[in-house]
């Protein structure tokens, strides 16, 4: 496989948009709000990262999130998808995702843009249906306004995905019970669930440490996720990755190419490329990102080679988020070492704890180890 | 220049609690007796600053020699500094011993405070003269004729002795210099005796080695002379000496009754001790001048490298540490806990703060401190004494005929309106009061004797608190009692943790336990398992809290470019425990090693 990172073959790609409206309290992504003027300049400049592959590549997986990418006008968002077609084609079979923010997609031409270009799978960035929980995390969309998206979307996509956050400040088991009872009333596929960290950089941030804002205790955080976990089995969605719930034949593919360990593409502002050995970080600074790209390209901004056992050890880390874990021989084969022989005693000792459960043929989380894998992740990756 | 008359010598110190204007005052007098000029001025302070940032902290005496014609005679003025600090005693006892005289410095609205009352007490036994000096008698809120009175009903000095004076504008000090002239007698000692100098202070010249501080008391010290440390036994050549003008003057010889500065070539300052004496060698050898010891370290504390520190980085910073500062004194050892590391003693807390900056600062080391402690005595059946600087050393109780703790008498100077919640506050920490009172209609003083191991942690904040800041303290070490004393130690996962034990009193220990176990408990992070945390007294447990395991650690997004991201922040979190060492496999920081100071006093 060669390490260049235009002229790999990856059959999948990231763009990321870095454009909002609003930023959000506890959001500290690449992007920019207020800047709709910079969008233009923008799709120019997409364009000029994705000519670097000189011919278009056919994909499984494409994923357009940011930001939001609905943000952009149906104009601007037509031509957008129009580059995206001319250099990364698609199969009908293959999984085409956007992100959208709800109240984006009251604009019926936007939806039709997203519908003829073959958009067919859409992440909502719902986050909660209670208003309470809105207010605070600053979203602009009503649970109504919800309903009413996703009724006009359900005909004509393949998978609809939603995402929600608990464990904002103040949140109670109740109001999550109430979120996740909501939300599967609603006709969704896939289900994302984020338990609400305040990073350094955010607003939220900020407000802790004058203490205007009070993070939710470690115990009712904890009893909301394994809620979650509960719940949406009963109601039939399958718990594949830390924080991803499916319907049958409804997993995002997308992201299963980042856990798995396969090459893909990224383009835009702080996306990255992988291919397999390398990793390639764009420019998080959208004008810098410019900039590079108006003076040849390309936007990097750094790169990674693992060696072969950090490598060994990033992909038993991220393998193991996926819930059916890791089947050994495979491990092995893959990565040229067996687990034990990467971690060494320490990971008999996880084993003995309960937080890891290994089979004759699979290594994988327990219940227990999933709660804490944070913990986990520190003790395997140390050297 | 001629030799002044030892008869025209006045060797003095000024006492003043801080704030009050002795700095400024000695700027006056510099000025005034044309030592320095006003331009100069400028100049001296910014070099003080150079000398106190190399020391860290004004903690020493300094001394200056001043001239002044009266009537057609040449004084000489010897003005020695003192430290103002109570960590300082020792210090501030050897300076008063080369001087004559004293001016007792107090602030015109302020009044007497509880450290000026200890000084001023200790220069009288030292037989010096004192003078009573009011400052700052230009502030619009003066009430000089009041503290006057203070000053009279509290220390003895008459109200019509004392000389009002405005440091800041210049106000009275010709009446100063009169009186300083007057009313100090001057030294006596021969000069044809056999020599004996007292050191009184010492500093590090980086070009010259060290620099000691020497009154003369007979005898006569001069360039190229032999001369013998008598308690360090160390001799020596004199290279250079002379006296402070402020800055360095060299002369041929220095005279019974005068102060000045020897240099001989000493590279290092623990060669040098405070309160030794100088002599000749051979026969015509002075004898050793009274009052010399070893500077007292009253706090004891480990030091340890964090985890992931090295051992010989911090061993390599307290030895460049000591040579600047002798009397902080370390030893190796190591807790069963902490494993490698030193025993450290201090002066006071104030010492022992600085010191641990200055590693902190200077040296960049990542440190772990345990709780400070004082020095207890034991006398084991057996009859024998031990000094005990750490709970570990505590003996089996079996053994034990006595336990017994430093004693302090503490002056409390205090509004009146705050003596109900300073006898309370000294009451629960079993103080027996010892004296009460009023330096003016409003004004109180309280003495009190009480357990230094009481007092020096958090007394003065606590007294400071309670009496919305107007309350000053100091005290001095009185000597040992015995008391029913035990030692406290700590488990944590059923494994006594060395480093966490403390002396305590037994009727208090109950009370402390509870409230140590439950700060641990704060302290002491999440792991992936229970923690608990117990105290007990030999094999008895008073007090248990229980550190949940963790229940959620678990970062929900990991996608795409994130994931090197991510893979960094996992893998840091080993290497990000700063100020920490593993115990068993629990974590313990730092600050759980100050927990045990918590007294689970009322209104924490």
């Known amino acids: 496989m060669p390490a260049d990172r235009y002229g790999m073959e990856a059959r999948s790609a990231y763009i990321h948009v870095p454009f909002c409206r609003h930023r959000c309290g506890y959001c500290n992504f690449t992007l920019v709000s207020g800047r709709d003027a910079w969008i233009e300049r923008y799709l120019l400049n997409l364009k000029r990262e994705l000519a670097l592959l000189k011919q278009p590549r056919q994909l499984d997986t494409l994923y357009i999130g940011g930001g939001t990418p609905t943000h952009l006008s149906s104009n601007q968002l037509d031509r957008l998808l129009e580059i995206v077609d001319e250099w990364l084609p698609r199969e009908p079979t293959s999984e085409f995702t956007i992100e959208a923010n709800p109240s984006d997609l009251k604009d019926h031409r936007k939806l039709d843009v997203i519908r003829q270009h073959g958009v067919n799978r859409i992440s909502l960035g719902v986050q909660s249906l209670q208003p309470r929980k809105l207010d605070l995390l600053e979203r602009d969309h009503t649970p109504r306004e919800v309903h009413d998206v996703m009724n006009a979307i359900r005909p004509w996509l393949r998978s609809i995905s939603l995402d929600l956050i608990f464990g904002t400040p103040d949140e109670t088991l109740d109001e999550w019970k109430s979120d996740i009872f909501e939300a599967s009333l609603l006709p969704v596929d896939h289900v994302s669930t984020y338990g609400l960290t305040i990073e350094k950089g955010t607003s939220f941030w900020k407000r802790k440490h004058e203490n205007s804002l009070i993070e939710l205790d470690e115990d009712t955080s904890a009893s909301c996720y394994e809620y979650a976990i509960d719940r949406l089995s009963e109601l039939g969605f399958e718990h594949y990755e830390i924080s991803s719930f499916s319907r049958p034949a409804h997993r995002c593919q997308h992201n299963e190419v980042y856990w798995s360990g396969k090459p893909f593409f990224g383009f835009g502002p702080g996306a990255a490329s992988y291919t397999g050995t390398r990793r390639d970080m764009n420019h998080r600074s959208t004008s810098q990102y410019f900039k590079l790209m108006e003076t040849g390209g390309p936007a990097v901004f750094e790169s990674e080679t693992l060696n072969q056992h950090r490598r060994a050890k990033e992909r038993l880390v991220i393998g193991l988020r996926r819930m059916e874990g890791w089947n050994l021989a495979h491990f092995e084969d893959e990565y040229g070492f067996s687990v034990h022989g990467l971690v060494g005693p320490k990971l008999k000792e996880l084993i003995r704890l309960g937080y890891l459960i290994e089979t004759d043929s699979t290594l994988k989380l327990s219940r227990a180890g999933l709660m804490i894998s944070d913990s986990l992740w520190t003790k395997i990756l140390a050297d | 220049m001629t030799a002044i008359e030892r008869n025209n010598i006045r060797n003095f110190c000024i006492i003043a609690h801080i704030d009050h204007g002795k700095s400024t005052l000695a700027d006056r007098l510099l000025e005034h007796t044309g030592t320095i000029t006003q331009r100069e001025m400028q100049e001296q302070i910014l070099d003080d600053m150079e000398l106190e940032r190399a020391r860290g902290i004004t903690i020493k005496a300094r001394a200056v020699a001043m001239h002044c ?536």
Not at chain 2, 425 to 433: A, H, S, W
């Open chain 2, 69 to 604: 014609d009266i009537d057609g005679t040449r004084y000489e003025l010897n003005l020695i500094d003192t430290p103002g600090h109570v960590d300082f005693h020792y210090e501030v006892s050897r300076s008063l011993a080369c001087c004559e005289g004293a001016l007792l410095l107090v602030d015109a609205f302020q009044g007497v405070e509880a450290q000026t009352v200890a000084n001023v007490y200790a220069a009288m036994g030292h037989d010096l003269a004192v003078i009573p000096v009011i400052n700052k008698i230009d502030l619009k809120h003066q009430r000089a004729d009041e503290v006057a009175l203070e000053m009279e009903q509290s220390l003895g000095l008459p109200m019509d002795e004392s000389i009002r004076v405005s440091a800041k504008t210049g106000i009275g000090i010709p009446d100063l210099m009169s009186a300083i002239l007057k009313r100090i007698p001057p030294p006596e000692g021969e000069r044809d005796s056999p020599l004996q100098a007292m050191v009184f202070d010492s500093h590090y010249d980086e070009f010259r080695g060290v620099i000691t501080y020497v009154r003369v008391m007979n005898g006569t010290l001069f360039k190229g002379q032999k001369i013998h440390f008598i308690n360090t036994g160390s001799v020596h050549e004199v290279l250079e000496l002379g006296q402070f003008a402020p800055k360095r003057r060299p002369c041929e010889e220095l005279q019974a009754g005068e102060v000045g500065y020897v240099i001989c070539n000493i590279k290092s300052l623990d060669k040098v001790k405070i309160g030794d004496t100088i002599s000749v060698p051979g026969e015509k050898s002075g004898t050793a001048l009274s009052g010399y010891q070893e500077p007292p370290r009253m706090v004891y504390c480990g030091l340890y490298p964090s985890d992931g520190q090295d051992f010989s980085e911090l061993r390599d910073a307290l030895t460049k540490l000591s040579i600047n500062d002798p009397s902080f004194e370390f030893e190796p050892e190591s807790s069963d806990a902490l494993g490698f590391g030193f025993r450290c003693g201090f002066l006071g807390l104030l010492h022992m703060e600085i010191i641990q900056q200055r590693l902190e600062g200077e040296a960049d080391i990542d440190l772990v401190q345990t709780a400070p402690n004082v020095t207890y005595q034991i006398m084991t059946k057996m009859g024998e004494i031990l000094e005990i600087h750490r709970p570990q050393e505590v003996p089996d109780s079996g053994q034990i005929a006595e336990f017994r703790q430093p004693i302090v008498r503490v002056n409390i100077v205090i509004p009146e309106e705050y003596v109900g919640a300073v006898m309370k506050l000294c009451t629960e920490r079993r103080g027996v009061q010892t004296g009460q009172e009023y330096l003016s209609p409003t004004r109180v003083m309280l003495t009190y004797e009480l357990p230094l191991g009481d007092v020096i942690y958090d007394m003065h904040d606590k007294l400071k608190s309670n009496t919305r800041g107007y309350g000053t303290m100091d005290y001095e070490v009185i000597g040992y009692q015995p008391a029913d004393l035990v030692r406290m130690d700590i488990l944590v996962n059923g494994n006594k943790v060395d480093a966490l034990s403390v002396i305590c009193n037994r009727g208090d220990a109950d009370r402390r336990g509870r409230a140590v176990v439950k700060k641990l408990k704060e302290e002491i992070s999440r792991h992936m398992f229970e923690v608990a945390v117990q105290a007990a007294i030999g094999s008895r447990v008073i007090a248990r809290e229980t550190v949940k395991a963790l229940r959620k650690n678990v970062t929900a997004k990991c996608y795409g470019g994130d994931i090197s991201r991510k893979r960094k922040l996992w893998q840091k979190q080993k290497e990000g425990k700063k100020r920490m060492k593993s115990i068993g496999s629990v974590d313990i920081p730092q600050k759980a090693f100050m927990a045990v100071l918590d007294t689970g006093e009322a209104g924490k």
